[in-house]
C-alpha cells in the first residue's frame, strides 16, 4: 500500500466510498446530505492543509485523510486531520498507514500538536487506533453528537503532541 498526495483524478474513486460514510451520519460531524462538490471542496484544503490517498497494490483508493491547520494565531501551530477508509478494506492497516503519515506531515510542516475536535465515542474502532497512536481523550461533550442509531451520545476532543 502506497500513500500519496491526492489529485482531482482521484476524486471519484475517493468520494465512491466516501458517500455512504457521509451518508450513514454515524462518524462525521457533516450534514447527511453534503454533496459531492461541498465534500471535495473541504476535502482539499488549502495549504497547509493535505489531502492524501492510501492506494493498493492494484491502484485502488482503499482510504483518504486530509491535514488542516486546526486553529490561528497563538493556536496555529495546532493541526488537524480526518480519515476516511472504504468500509471493504477496513480493518487492515490502512487508517493506521493514513495516520502514521499525517502525523509525520505535520512534523515536517512545523506543527507541535494535533487536535481532533469530533470523535464520537460509539466510533471504538476510531477512538483505539487515535489511542494507539498517541492521542489521548482530552475530554467528551456529553451528548455531543446525535448519532442515527444510538441517540445523543459523547463526542470526544483528543489530543497528542508532536
Ligand atoms: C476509523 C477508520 C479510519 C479506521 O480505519 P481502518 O483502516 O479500519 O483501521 P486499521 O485497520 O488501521 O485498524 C486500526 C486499529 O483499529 C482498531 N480496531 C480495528 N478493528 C476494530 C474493531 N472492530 N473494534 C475496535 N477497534 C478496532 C485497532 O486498534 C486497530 O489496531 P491494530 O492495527 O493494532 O489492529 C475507518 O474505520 C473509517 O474510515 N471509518 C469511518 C470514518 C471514520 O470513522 N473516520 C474517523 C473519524 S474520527
Known amino acids: ?16 466510498f466516501m458517500v455512504g460514510i457521509v451518508r450513514a451520519g ?27 490517498v492510501a492506494v493498493d497494490v492494484d491502484g485502488t483508493v482503499v482510504g483518504t485523510a486530509n491535514s488542516v491547520r486546526n486553529h490561528r494565531g497563538g493556536a496555529a501551530h495546532i493541526s488537524s486531520a480526518s480519515f476516511m477508509v472504504d468500509p471493504a478494506y477496513s480493518g487492515r492497516g490502512v487508517g493506521r498507514a493514513l495516520g502514521e503519515h499525517v502525523l509525520e506531515q505535520a512534523r515536517k510542516d512545523g506543527f507541535r500538536a494535533m487536535q481532533f475536535n469530533a470523535v464520537v465515542e460509539t466510533n471504538t474502532r476510531a477512538v483505539s487506533l487515535w489511542r494507539s497512536l498517541g492521542f489521548e481523550v482530552m475530554t467528551t461533550l456529553p451528548e455531543g453528537f446525535h448519532h442515527p442509531v444510538h441517540g445523543y451520545v459523547g463526542l470526544h476532543i483528543m489530543y497528542r503532541q508532536l
Open 1 to 16: 500500500m502506497l500513500i500519496r498526495k491526492a489529485t482531482s483524478h482521484d476524486w471519484p474513486l475517493m468520494w465512491s
Open 26 to 52: 454515524e462518524t462525521f460531524s457533516w450534514d447527511r446530505g453534503t454533496t459531492e462538490s461541498q465534500a471535495r471542496q473541504m476535502w482539499f484544503p488549502e495549504p497547509p492543509g493535505h489531502t492524501f
